[in-house]
């Protein structure tokens, strides 16, 4: 069973930047593409960002292309992402996400993502 921890979350005003870890319990952890999403109040689950497996390619949503940025370091077994700039619409609870098989590039659908972390609460305040 993998085991996706989140951290870094917290309260930040606009304009502020916050970086969320994701720690993995994967042993093969470099080959699975991994990806962020975030769920706020009353709303579907939304995609976020993705890496690909290994060195990785990366995509993000529109909605935050430019001050967002995911990352791996597949020796520490950890994914990250990068928020800058925030806004009071960035506000969500963030979740780490592991693709449900190996070898694949980024992936953006919730239905792609077989591992799912707690979540972090982000919370951006105007």
Avoid at 38 to 46: D, I, T, V
Wanted: charged share 15%; aromatic share 12%.
């Amino acid at each position: 069973q993998v085991q996706l921890v989140e951290s870094g979350g917290g309260l930040v005003q606009a304009g502020g930047s916050l970086r969320l870890s994701c720690a993995a319990s994967l042993r093969t952890f470099s080959t699975y593409a991994m990806g962020w999403f975030r769920q706020a109040p009353g709303k579907e689950r939304e995609f976020v960002a993705a890496v690909g497996w290994g060195a990785g390619t990366t995509t993000c949503a529109d909605s935050v292309k430019g001050r967002f940025a995911i990352s791996r370091d597949n020796a520490k077994n950890t994914v990250y992402l990068q928020m800058n700039s925030l806004k009071p619409e960035d506000t969500a609870v963030y979740y780490c996400a592991a693709a449900q098989h190996p070898y694949t590039g980024w992936r953006t659908q919730v239905t792609d993502f077989g591992s799912w972390g707690q979540g972090t609460q982000v919370t951006v305040s105007s």
